[in-house]
């Protein structure tokens, strides 16, 4: 696990990230209605060497967000800076040779291979879309080298994605981002579709090849069992927000957002009489849209604790003991 980094050491900053969808209606002449709030103003660091794990209810925005990073999907608004570049707005020229330091892991393991490509030619297209691929026998032996690296046999390469099993080919995912010897992985629920056992062997393989490669993950998960496990700092997201980071010990030790706090209380306890025992604490009501957020905290109509300045100011995230809160229950330095 990656040891706290300075607050210069930073391989990606992410500051007041929104992305929005239009909504229009009409068939020839579409008017647009309004919006999609996909995204709303997600800021934070990413440190060289660390795992950041962001986590939330489906539809939250994690995986838009990381889509975003990659320029996947054009940012409504704030700023994308990747190793002291800011790469918000640069055109595809720019962003092609930035692309190889900066790689997905998706979270299907057969739907994001090609069906009709070898195994050997999956894990090599990178290298010759970069044009790495000097000679035949150097392209064979990068592709042994990658098989070998993510535990796979390099005979394995001449295969079709069906022969494999699904950890095997979340392995070859693996194996393809690192081609191009990358700093930034995004793992966008690398291990949701598979088996626990085998979600095990890859969180595993993936810390593994952090501390051997240097590599800096940006992890996405909505299992919090997988995300304390391989993280150091986890950050929650709710309706395209961050509403709380703090480091995986004090995230679980401490929760402060009354978000964060329901969704730990609703993580399943290994002892049946503890959890018996446990008060029903599970978050009322239903996810907002994001089409139409409520005004203030968008996790107002479901809190608790919720107070009349959050039906009308947004909280925004600052420093609150060890972590970064967005609530107004802290308002007065609690």
Do not use: W
């Not at 069906?115 to 150097?138: C, N, Q, S, Y």
Request: aromatic share 4%.
């Amino acid at each position: 696990m990656a040891a706290a980094a300075p607050a210069d050491d930073n391989l990606l900053r992410v500051e007041g990230l929104k992305v929005h969808f239009p909504v229009t209606e009409g068939v020839v002449m579409q008017k647009r209605v309004g919006s999609v709030k996909a995204v709303d103003g997600v800021s934070f660091a990413l440190h060289r060497g660390e795992t950041f794990g962001l986590v939330g209810e489906s539809g939250c925005g994690k995986s838009t967000t990381a889509l975003a990073v990659l320029r996947m999907l054009e940012p409504t608004a704030g700023r994308i800076v990747f190793e002291g570049e800011d790469v918000t707005h640069l055109g595809p020229a720019r962003m092609r040779p930035i692309r190889r330091r900066m790689q997905m892991v998706y979270q299907d393991p057969f739907g994001s291979l090609n069906p009709r490509m070898k195994v050997r030619d999956i894990v090599g297209e990178p290298l010759v879309v970069h044009g790495l691929a000097t000679d035949r026998a150097a392209y064979r032996a990068r592709v042994d080298e990658l098989m070998d690296l993510v535990g796979l046999l390099p005979d394995m390469a001449d295969r079709y994605p069906h022969e494999f099993s699904g950890g095997q080919r979340q392995r070859i995912g693996i194996a393809r981002a690192l081609a191009l010897e990358p700093s930034l992985l995004i793992c966008d629920e690398p291990v949701s579709a598979l088996d626990v056992s085998i979600q095990a062997q890859v969180v595993n393989l993936l810390m593994d090849l952090q501390e051997r490669l240097g590599l800096t993950y940006l992890f996405i998960a909505h299992d919090l069992s997988v995300v304390r496990h391989i993280s150091d700092r986890i950050g929650v997201m709710y309706l395209g927000r961050i509403v709380e980071i703090a480091s995986r010990d004090a995230l679980f030790a401490e929760p402060k957002h009354p978000y964060t706090q329901a969704l730990l209380a609703a993580v399943p306890l290994p002892d049946p009489a503890r959890e018996a025992a446990r008060p029903d604490e599970l978050i009322a009501g239903e996810v907002p849209s994001v089409r139409n957020p409520p005004a203030g905290c968008g996790f107002h109509p479901r809190c608790p604790e919720v107070m009349e300045r959050c039906r009308g100011q947004r909280p925004e995230l600052a420093s609150r003991l060890r972590s970064l809160v967005a609530c107004h229950l802290y308002d007065d330095g609690a």
